[in-house]
T-cell receptor, first 115, second 110 residues
Framework: GAVVSQHPSRVICKSGTSVKIECRSL??????MFWYRQFPKQSLMLMAT?????????EQGVEKDKFLINHASLTLSTLTVTSAHPEDSSFYIC???????????FGPGTRLTVL | DQQVKQNSPSLSVQEGRISILNCDYT??????FLWYKKYPAEGPTFLIS?????DKNEDGRFTVFLNKSAKHLSLHIVPSQPGDSAVYFC?????????FGAGTQVVVTP
C-alpha cells in the first residue's frame, strides 16, 4: 500500500504557457500532500504543503501566484506552473502522508522542461 | 539556510563491504529522522527512520545511528550490493515538514 502517482512524468512546454501536474494517492486517503522541487544534484526543496479543502501553505520565497496548488480531494492535489519560464525547468515531486504517520510517500516525479 | 547537511556528495564502495553515509543537522527541534533512496528520474523511496528518543534502529542490512549531542546521524549498509547504487538523502522532521540534505551518491563496485 501507500502508492503515490504523478502525471505527467515529463512535460515540455513553451515559455509563457501553463502546465498542470497531478499527484494522486492511489490506495490511501491523504489529508496532507507536499510539493517539492529538485534541481540537478541538489536537495529536494519543499515548495508548499497542501491540505484537502484548504489553501496551501507556501514556503518562503515560493510565489503562490506562480505555483498554484489545489487539493481538491483526499486523493488528488494539483500543481499548476503558470506562465512558465525556462528557469522553472526542474524536477517536481509530490508526497503524501497518511493520518497519524510521519512517513511521507513520494510520487515518481515530473520532469518539466520549459523552452 | 541548510539545516540538514550531507557533506559527502559521493561514496564508492566495493560490493560486500560496508557503506557508511553521514548526515549532520543544526536544528535541535528535529524529532524524527529518515533516510531515503533515490534513483534518477524517480521519487525517493523510504529506507529507514529513527526517532530522536532512540540512538539506533536496524532493519535488515540497514542501520541508522543517531548521536543527538553531536547532531549527527549515519546510515550503515552492510553488506553493500550493486542494487544499492543510488543517491541517498537524509531528512529530518520538524513541525510536520521534512528537510532534506543534498544527498550522497553511492556507487557499489563489483
Amino acid at each position: 500500500g501507500a502508492v503515490v502517482s504523478q502525471h505527467p512524468s515529463r512535460v515540455i512546454c513553451k515559455s509563457g504557457t501553463s502546465v498542470k501536474i497531478e499527484c494522486r494517492s492511489l490506495d490511501f486517503q491523504a489529508t496532507t500532500m507536499f510539493w517539492y522541487r529538485q534541481f540537478p544534484k541538489q536537495s529536494l526543496m519543499l515548495m508548499a504543503t497542501s491540505n484537502e479543502g484548504s489553501k496551501a501553505t507556501y514556503e518562503q520565497g515560493v510565489e503562490k501566484d506562480k505555483f498554484l496548488i489545489n487539493h481538491a480531494s483526499l486523493t488528488l492535489s494539483t500543481l499548476t506552473v503558470t506562465s512558465a519560464h525556462p528557469e522553472d525547468s526542474s524536477f517536481y515531486i509530490c508526497s503524501a502522508t497518511r493520518d497519524q504517520y510521519n512517513e511521507q510517500f513520494f510520487g515518481p516525479g515530473t520532469r518539466l522542461t520549459v523552452l | 539556510d541548510q539545516q540538514v547537511k550531507q557533506n559527502s556528495p559521493s561514496l564508492s564502495v566495493q560490493e560486500g563491504r560496508i557503506s557508511i553515509l553521514n548526515c549532520d543537522y543544526t536544528n535541535s527541534m528535529f524529532d524524527y529522522f529518515l533516510w531515503y533512496k533515490k534513483y534518477p528520474a524517480e521519487g525517493p523511496t523510504f529506507l529507514i527512520s529513527i526517532s530522536s528518543i532512540k540512538d539506533k534502529n536496524e532493519d535488515g542490512r540497514f542501520t541508522v545511528f543517531l548521536n543527538k549531542s553531536a547532531k549527527h546521524l549515519s546510515l550503515h549498509i552492510v553488506p553493500s550490493q550493486p542494487g544499492d547504487s543510488a543517491v541517498y538523502f537524509c531528512a529530518a522532521y520538524s513541525w510536520g515538514k521534512l528537510q532534506f540534505g543534498a544527498g550522497t551518491q553511492v556507487v557499489v563496485t563489483p
